[in-house]
């Protein structure tokens, strides 16, 4: 293997191992010596020496088939000028045009010796003008559109913010996302949160929100506002149509992945679409056609009978339809 490559940005040397696409054009790499990766935000240093505790091994660098830069682990955290601020960064990623995609404050691994917890007391605290409000808030990461405005923000677990839409001011855990324009596109609730929609008033909360990145949320709204689709915990929805047939649907339970001998709620997935409702993906219906009623599911009693243990239900205690968990 060549120790040394060259690229559009220049030679890299102390090539410690490297992938390639076909036709051999580079792929990834990790390095072992200093190199200086000139970009239009300046000039950037990949990583080249893991030997902290709570540096990943990571590759380097990885590019695209035309040899554009695809990402860029840095070697010490670096002061990175974007359209929205001046924000530290370890770890970037770009699109093919050369503009930023995705900015990570923090890269570092979590291990027995360092913890989340660890890594979160090292999160700086950004200054972030998000159109509706300037705040203040710590984030895993911030992507950009390739114009370079806002596209959405991963939060950490801890973490929360405020957003004032349409339907009132709502509490956001994990993530939210943004249209081109500034206006919100989809987000996670923190607690139940009810959602006007065109079958009724519906408690949205995904209890099984996974947390990994703010880009796939629970409440999801069209660019006028209205809202596009949910998922709700605790809800079911009582159908019937002009010739009086009957159909409901609610969330459901499955074994919980980490506990066998429990169980955990699978939320109920909603889209609007026009005059349209579909539920799970699967069942469509026209909502003229139909009368719809919202009702408390049976899912939190069926998981106190089945011996769940309101785990997935974490926020039970901020909303009545949550009671008998309580």
């Known amino acids: 293997m060549k120790n040394s490559f060259r690229t559009k940005y220049g030679i890299i040397k102390g090539v410690a191992s490297c992938e390639y696409y076909?036709?051999?054009?580079?792929?990834?790499?990790?390095?072992?010596?200093?190199?200086?990766i000139l970009t239009k935000y300046g000039v950037l240093i990949p990583q080249f020496d893991d030997s902290e505790d709570r540096k990943k091994f990571i590759k380097s660098m990885s590019f695209y088939k035309s040899g554009a830069l695809k990402s860029i682990a840095l070697n010490d955290q670096t002061e990175i000028k974007t359209s929205l601020g001046t924000f530290p960064a370890e770890l970037l990623t770009f699109y093919e045009s050369g503009e930023i995609k995705r900015l990570f404050p923090l890269n570092g691994k979590i291990t027995g010796y360092w913890g989340e917890e660890d890594e979160y007391g090292l999160a700086p605290l950004l200054d972030l003008n998000l159109g509706f409000d300037r705040i203040k808030t710590?984030?895993?990461?911030?992507?950009?559109?390739?114009?370079?405005?806002?596209?959405?923000?991963?939060?950490?677990?801890?973490?929360t913010l405020t957003v004032p839409l349409s339907i009132g001011k709502i509490s956001v855990r994990i993530g939210i996302t943004f249209y081109e324009d500034g206006k919100v596109k989809s987000f996670e609730p923190n607690i139940p949160t009810r959602i006007d929609t065109p079958l009724g008033t519906i408690l949205a909360y995904n209890s099984i929100a996974s947390g990994i990145?703010?880009?796939?949320?629970?409440?999801?709204?069209y660019q006028d506002g209205t809202i596009e689709s949910l998922m709700t915990s605790t809800d079911k929805i009582l159908i019937t149509n002009t010739r009086g047939k009957r159909q409901s649907f609610e969330p459901s339970l499955r074994p919980n992945p980490l506990f066998l001998d429990k169980k955990e709620i699978v939320p109920l997935i909603i889209e609007f679409n026009q005059n349209k409702v579909r539920f799970i993906d699967k069942y469509e219906y026209c909502i003229s056609n139909c009368s719809f009623k919202v009702v408390s599911s049976t899912v939190l009693k069926e998981l106190e009978s089945c011996g769940g243990d309101c785990s997935s239900c974490s926020s039970c205690n901020s909303c009545s339809s949550y009671s008998s968990c309580s």
């Open 22 to 36: 076909e036709g051999n054009t580079i792929k990834e790499c990790s390095l072992n010596s200093q190199n200086q």
């Open 138 to 159: 710590k984030v895993i990461s911030i992507y950009f559109y390739e114009s370079g405005k806002i596209k959405g923000l991963t939060l950490w677990p801890k973490d």
């Open 213 to 221: 990145n703010g880009d796939l949320n629970s409440v999801n709204l």
